[in-house]
């Protein structure tokens, strides 16, 4: 079915370590992705976003990467900091068909990083 | 830096009750969202809104729901009789015509039927 999934729901790393957040998707129609972060009490906040034309994007402190092929995407986050504790969700959005475009997204997966 | 705001922050109300949630989205956005995420759980979404129209809606948004844009710069999700199930956290997102897809969100309105 459409879905969007992640693999691990928690995820605990030490500061200063790079931290690697999953998701996979099972619609391959699917032509635009995006990673949200959501602190306590907050609204879903823009990280970064990647189409299906490409398999990587980069950011500050962050990359997306993209595989068609397994219908994987990735969050990296270098050197990651206290601010970074938080849930992250991945969504993705399937614009096609005249359809405006709704987000889709995945379940999130809470990063805690250790000082 | 532009970004979506929403009113009230939080809301309590009686079963049956109707309740309006407010969004002023992006000044310059176009495309206007709704979604709700019950304690939990995924974020949802509910419905999408150009034009001074509905776009797309999901099951969700039954006639329970609508959505009004009464002036240039305020977009509303009224609940005309609030069920218990309604409780959740509701967002609100906008997205200019040159990236629809990228939404912005709003910091949601947390709603709370007794």
């Known amino acids: 079915g459409e879905s969007v999934g992640l693999h691990l729901p928690t995820l605990s790393v030490q500061e200063g370590d790079n931290s690697i957040i999953n998701c996979a998707y099972s619609?391959?129609?699917?032509?635009?992705f995006i990673w949200y972060k959501q602190e306590s009490g907050k609204g879903p906040q823009f990280i970064i976003d990647?189409?299906?034309?490409?398999d990587k994007r980069q950011g500050q402190r962050v990359t997306v990467l993209l595989n068609k092929t397994v219908k994987h995407l990735s969050l990296q986050i270098a050197a990651t900091q206290p601010g970074d504790s938080a849930v992250y969700f991945c969504?993705?959005?399937?614009?096609?068909?005249?359809?405006?475009?709704?987000?889709?997204f995945g379940k999130g997966t809470k990063l805690s990083v250790k000082p | 830096e532009p970004e979506v705001t929403q009113t009230p922050s939080h809301q309590v109300t009686q079963m049956g009750q109707e309740v309006i949630l407010r969004c002023v989205p992006i000044?310059?956005?176009?495309?206007f969202y709704w979604y709700r995420q019950i304690l939990g759980q995924k974020v949802e979404f509910l419905v999408s809104?150009?034009?001074?129209?509905?776009?797309?809606k999901s099951e969700i948004f039954d006639d329970q729901f609508s959505v009004e844009r009464p002036d240039g710069s305020n977009f509303t999700l009224k609940i005309r009789s609030t069920k218990l199930e309604d409780s959740a956290m509701y967002f609100c997102?906008?997205?200019?015509?040159?990236?629809?897809?990228?939404?912005?969100f709003g910091p949601g309105t947390r709603l709370l039927v007794l």
């Open positions: 619609n391959s129609a699917s032509d635009y």
């Open positions: 990647i189409r299906s034309n490409m």
């Open positions: 969504a993705e959005n399937m614009n096609y068909g005249g359809s405006q475009g709704n987000l889709i």
């Open positions: 997102a906008s997205s200019d015509w040159t990236s629809q897809e990228t939404q912005y």
């Open positions: 000044s310059n956005h176009l495309y």
């Open positions: 809104f150009y034009n001074n129209e509905i776009s797309e």
